[in-house]
C-alpha cells in the first residue's frame, strides 16, 4: 500500500490565471505557474488606492496591446501589493507602483524596470529585451545605412558571435535607448572599417567622426568600462552648458569640469573657442570642456563661481567630487596653450582651489556677535584659549533673520565671559578649508584646548537652549533631551553626483 | 460693444488695469487743458470789454451831446451786449469738452469698477483692521484698544476727501451693510463739515448728503439719537426739508416711547461671509508681519543649496528654505531672475483676463477671488522654455503638457485677494480634470515682484504665511502620495495692501509622475 496512488487532495489544482485588459493578474498562488509558462514576464506591484497606479493603468495595459501586436514573446502582469502582502515581501516591494522584470522564470532575480512611463516606453524597455537589442550586419549598405540613421551609432565587432563579449555587449544595448546598436562577425566589415580584432566601434556625427573601443584580449570586454567609454565619446568635445546638455555633461561622470565663460553676443569672445577646442582632445575622459554663455541664462552658474558676467572671457575648473574651484593665477590670454597648461597645473596639484571670503570688516569684533569671514576664521575659532560659538548663516535665509535677535541676546548675555566668543559668518560668501557648511543656519562650538574639536549644535534654536549649551560647555543637560534630536538638515551622501548605477 | 463694457467692469481687479486707466484720465486733462485756455481766452476778451464800457462811464467829463458817443452807447445798448450776452464760443466750448469726454468714455472704469474698487477698501480694513480716520489721513494703521500699530508709512501721506469717503460709504449703505457704512459715512461728515461752503465741481455728494445717510444708517443700526442729531443738524443746513423734518419727529417719537434706546445700543456686527469659515485664522495669518515668528527654532527648517542631484542644477544650485514639514512647504529663493520675472510679466499683461474659480462643473468670477490672469504657453518664448528645465530639474517632476498646466501669470488688483482654498480638485466633476492627466499633485509658484505690504501666502491648517519674496519660488505638494488630496494645504492669497502683486504658477498632475513620486507602503502618507 506504500506504493499506492497519491490521493488527489495533496496537491491543489492549478488554477486558470486570469487576465484584465490584457493584463494578467497573479497572486501568490498563480505566480509560480505564470513564471512556467512566460519566459518573459513584466509585473506591476499596485496598490488599488493609489492615485499614480491608477495613472498608470491605461499606458500599461496599451504597452501589452502594442507588443502583443507584434507578436513579441513578452507578458504583462500586476499584483495587488497590500492585498498579497507575502509576495511584496517576498521582493521588497515599499512603493507603488514597482514594476520587475522576470526572464525564464528564475523568480530569485528579477531586474527592476528603469524605463519611462508612457505605453511606447515600456514597450521598447522590453523590445530589447526579448527582442534582438543590436541589429545583424551582413554588408557594407546596411552597416552605412545603419551609421546614417542616428547621431550615435554603435557597432560591435566581433569574429565569434557566440563569444561571452557579445552577451555583455548586447547587455548593455538593452539599456542605451538613446543609441542605435549594430552587431556583425563578417570578415569583409572588419576590413572596411579598417578592424584586425575584437572591437566595438562608437560613429558619430561630430567632432573625430568615430571612437573605436578594442576588446582586451585576455581580460574581455568589462560592462562598466564600455559604457563609461559610450557615455564619454558621445560627448562632444566641447559642450554649451545649457538645460538640454546638463544632463549629457553630468552623466558622464567626468569629474572635473573646465569652464569657459564667454558673452557669445560678442565677436571676439567667439574668436576663443576655437582655442578650446583645440585643447580638448587631450583631456578626453579627465576633463570635461563646457562653455558657458553669460549672455544665455546662467545667471546662477556665475552666482555660484562668484562671478560677474562683465569677467568673462575667464576659465574655472571645478571638481564635483571636493566641489573644489580652480581660477588661473595670471590674468594672461585665453589660448590653447594656456588651457593645457591650466589643466595639467590643476590635475598635477600645482594650482590651490581658492576659497570665496570677504575682507575682514574693521569693527569685526567691536560688536557683541564678531563677525567672521574666511580669512579671519581660523585664527578665531581654533583659539586654544576661547570656546567659539558660530551662527553660519545665509542673507537670504528667513530663518537666518529671524533667529539673528536670540543670537545678539546672547552675545549680550556672555560679552563679559573672555573665554566666551559668539560669531556669525556669511557661509555663501566664504568658503571654508576646515569643513563645507550645507545649510543654514548651522550652529557650531569650537571648545578651547587643542585638537580643534567641533561641537555640532542641534537642539531648538533659542536663547534659553543656547544658554545651557554654553553653560554646561558645549553639552545640553541629559535631564532636559533636545527636542529635535534629528539632525537639523541631511548630510550630502558621499558622491552623491556620482549615483548609484555603474551602467548607463 | 457689450464685451468691451464687460471688461470696462473688471478694472479694479488688477493693478495693470489700473495702470492702464492712468491714459485716458491723461486724455482728459488734456480736454480740460484745451478747454481752460479757450474759455481764459474768452473771460480776457469779456473783461477788455467790462473794462471799455466802465472806463466810459467814469468818465462824467465826457457828456452824451457827442454825437459819436451818443451813437457808440446806443449802437452797445442795441447789438453789442446782445452779442455778448448771447455768446456761442462759451457754448462751443463746452461742447468740445463734452465731445471729446464722450469720446473717452468708453475707456473709462464702469460704475461697477467704483463699487469694486470701495469694496477692495473695506476688504483691506477687514483684513488687516485698519483705522478707517487713518486710511482717510493716507496711513495704514491698525488700532486695537489703545494700541496702534503702523502697517504701512507713505512716503508722501495722500489724504481723502470728504467725496471720496462719501462714495465708501455709500456702496456699503447701498449694499445694506451698515457696519462699515457708518465709520466711512463719519469720516464723510468730518470732512465735509469743515470745508462747509466751499464748492467743488468735482464732488457729486454734500455734507446734507452725508448726513442723510449716515442718520439713517444709524437708525437701521439701531442708534435712534445718533439718527436723531444728525437729522436736526441735516435741518440747521436745509430748514426746508420736510421728509427731514418728519424722520426727527418720528426719531423723537421713538425715543420718548422707549427711553431704552440711549443704553439699549446694539454694537453692529461685521457681515459674516458664510462661506468663509476660517475667517478669523486666514486674517490672522495675513496680518503676520511675515512667517510665524518661532519658526526659527525648528531645527528641521532650515535652508541650503539644493541641486536636487539634478545635472542641470550642479553649477547652479538653487537657494532652499524649507518653512513647513506637513505638509511640506519650501521657498525657494531667486529661482528667477529680475529680467526673467519682467519678461513674464510683459509676455502676460496683454492676453490678463479676470481670473475664475472652478465650481462645480463651471469656471466663475467671484468675489473672493480679485486678480486677472493670462496662460502662457512654452512656445511664446525660450526663457518659458528654460524655465520650465528649471522646474524639472528642482522638483523632479514631468512638467511638460499634458502633465502640467501651461504657466499661469496673475496680477492682483486694488486689495486683490484669493480666499481659503485648494489647489487640487476636491471632486470628481471638477473641470481641472478635463485635462486628462489627473489631478494637481503639487504647486510651484514663483512671485514676479515685490509688494510693500500685505499679498502673504496663508496656510490655514499649517497656521504659517508666507510674505511675498521677488523673484523667490514656493512649491508644496497639493496631494499625498496615495493620490488623496492634502487637506492641510488649505490657503490663500493675503488682500495685497500696497503694492503691484505679480505671480506665476505652474500646476503639475498626477500623470508622468509614478516613478517620480511613487505611492509608498500606507494609503496614510
Known sequence: QEQGARSPSEEPPEEEIPKEDGILVLSRHTLGLALREHPALLVEFYAPWCGHCQALAPEYSKAAAVLAAESMVVTLAKVDGPAQRELAEEFGVTEYPTLKFFRNGNRTHPEEYTGPRDAEGIAEWLRRRVGPSAMRLEDEAAAQALIGGR?????????????????????????????????????????????????????????????????????????????????????????????????????????????????????????????????????????????????????????????????????????????????PVDGGPVTAASITAFCHAVLNGQVKPYLLSQEIPPDWDQRPVKTLVGKNFEQVAFDETKNVFVKFYAPWCTHCKEMAPAWEALAEKYQDHEDIIIAELDATANELDAFAVHGFPTLKYFPAGPGRKVIEYKSTRDLETFSKFLDNGGVLPTEEPPEEPAAPFPEPPANSTMGSKEEL | DPERAAARGDTFSALTSVARALAPERRLLGLLRRYLRG????????????????????????????????????????????????????????????????????????FEDLEGAARAL????????????????????????????????????FSLTGDDCFQVGKVA????????????????????????????????????????????????????????????????????????????????????????????????????????????????????????????????????????????????????????????????????????????RELAEPWLQRSVVASGEKQLQVEYRISK??????????????????????????????????????????????????????????????????????????????????????????????????????????LHRSGEGDSDTLHAGCPVLVGDKWVANKWIHEYGQEFRRPCSSSPED
Open chain 2, 173 to 344: 449703505y447701498d449694499m445694506g451693510d451698515y457696519y462699515h457704512a457708518i465709520p466711512w459715512l463719519e469720516e464723510a461728515v468730518s470732512l465735509f463739515r469743515g470745508s462747509y461752503g466751499e464748492w467743488k465741481t468735482e464732488d457729486e455728494a454734500s455734507l446734507e448728503d452725508a448726513l442723510d445717510h449716515l442718520a439713517f444708517a444709524y437708525f437701521r443700526a439701531g442708534n435712534v439719537s445718533c439718527a436723531l442729531s444728525l437729522s436736526r443738524e441735516f435741518l440747521l443746513y436745509s430748514p426746508d426739508n420736510k421728509r427731514m423734518a418728519r424722520n426727527v419727529l418720528k426719531y423723537e417719537r421713538l425715543l420718548a416711547e422707549s427711553p431704552n434706546h440711549v443704553v439699549a445700543e446694539a454694537v453692529i456686527q461685521r457681515p459674516n461671509i458664510p462661506h468663509l469659515q476660517t475667517r478669523d485664522t486666514y486674517e490672522g495669518l495675513c496680518q503676520t508681519l511675515g512667517s510665524q515668528p518661532t519658526l526659527y527654532q525648528i531645527p528641521s527648517l532650515y535652508c541650503s543649496y539644493e541641486t536636487n542631484s539634478n545635472a542641470y542644477l550642479l553649477l547652479q544650485p538653487i537657494r532652499k528654505e524649507v518653512i513647513h514639514l506637513e505638509p511640506y512647504i519650501a521657498l525657494y529663493h531667486d529661482f528667477v531672475s529680475d529680467s526673467e520675472a519682467q519678461k513674464i
Open chain 2, 39 to 110: 474759455e481764459e481766452a474768452r473771460l480776457r476778451d469779456l473783461t477788455r470789454f467790462y473794462d471799455k464800457v466802465l472806463s466810459l462811464h467814469e468818465d462824467s467829463t465826457t457828456p452824451v451831446a457827442n454825437p459819436l458817443l451818443a451813437f457808440t452807447l446806443i449802437k452797445r445798448l442795441q447789438s453789442d451786449w446782445r452779442n455778448v450776452v448771447h455768446s456761442l464760443e462759451a457754448s462751443e466750448n463746452i461742447r468740445a469738452l463734452k465731445d471729446g469726454y464722450e469720446k473717452v468714455e468708453q475707456d473709462l472704469p464702469a
Open chain 1, 151 to 327: 547621431d550615435l551609432v554603435v557597432i560591435g565587432f566581433f569574429q565569434d558571435l557566440q563569444d561571452e563579449d557579445v552577451a555583455t555587449f548586447l547587455a548593455l544595448a538593452q539599456d542605451a535607448l538613446d543609441m542605435t546598436f549594430g552587431l556583425t562577425d563578417r570578415p569583409r566589415l572588419f576590413q572596411q572599417f579598417g578592424l584586425t580584432k575584437d572591437t566595438v566601434v562608437l560613429f558619430k556625427k561630430f567632432d573625430e567622426g568615430r571612437a573605436d573601443f578594442p576588446v582586451d584580449e585576455e581580460l574581455g570586454l568589462d560592462l562598466g568600462d564600455l559604457s563609461r567609454f559610450l557615455v564619454t565619446h558621445s560627448m562632444r568635445l566641447v559642450t554649451e552648458f545649457n538645460s538640454q546638455t546638463s544632463a549629457k555633461i553630468f552623466a558622464a561622470r567626468i569629474l572635473n569640469h573646465l569652464l569657459l565663460f564667454v558673452n557669445q553676443t560678442l565677436a571676439a569672445h567667439r574668436e576663443l573657442l576655437a582655442g578650446f577646442g583645440e585643447a580638448a582632445p587631450r583631456f578626453r575622459g579627465q576633463v570635461l570642456f563646457v562653455v558657458v554663455d553669460v549672455a544665455a541664462d546662467n545667471e546662477h552658474v556665475l552666482q555660484y563661481f562668484g562671478l560677474k558676467a562683465e569677467a568673462a572671457p575667464t576659465l574655472r575648473l571645478v571638481n564635483l567630487e571636493t566641489t573644489k574651484k580652480y581660477a
Open chain 2, 373 to 478: 490672469s493670462a496662460w502662457l504657453k512654452d512656445t511664446v518664448d525660450p526663457k518659458l522654455v528654460t524655465l520650465n528645465h528649471r522646474i524639472a530639474a528642482l522638483t523632479g517632476l514631468d512638467v511638460r503638457p499634458p502633465y502640467a498646466e501651461y504657466l499661469q501669470v496673475v496680477n492682483y488688483g486694488i486689495g486683490g485677494h484669493y480666499e481659503p482654498h485648494f489647489d487640487h480638485a476636491t471632486s470628481p466633476s471638477s473641470p481641472l480634470y478635463r485635462m486628462k492627466s489627473g489631478n494637481r499633485v503639487a504647486t510651484f509658484m514663483i512671485y514676479l515682484s515685490s509688494v510693500e505690504a500685505g499679498g502673504a501666502t496663508a496656510f490655514i491648517y499649517a497656521n504659517l504665511s508666507v510674505p511675498v519674496v521677488r523673484n523667490a519660488a514656493l512649491f508644496w505638494w497639493n
Open chain 2, 122 to 157: 473695506m476688504r483691506l480694513q477687514d483684513v488687516y483692521m485698519l483705522n478707517v480716520k487713518g486710511l482717510a489721513r493716507g496711513v495704514f494703521q491698525r488700532v486695537t484698544g489703545s494700541a496702534i500699530t503702523d502697517l504701512y508709512s507713505p512716503k508722501r501721506l
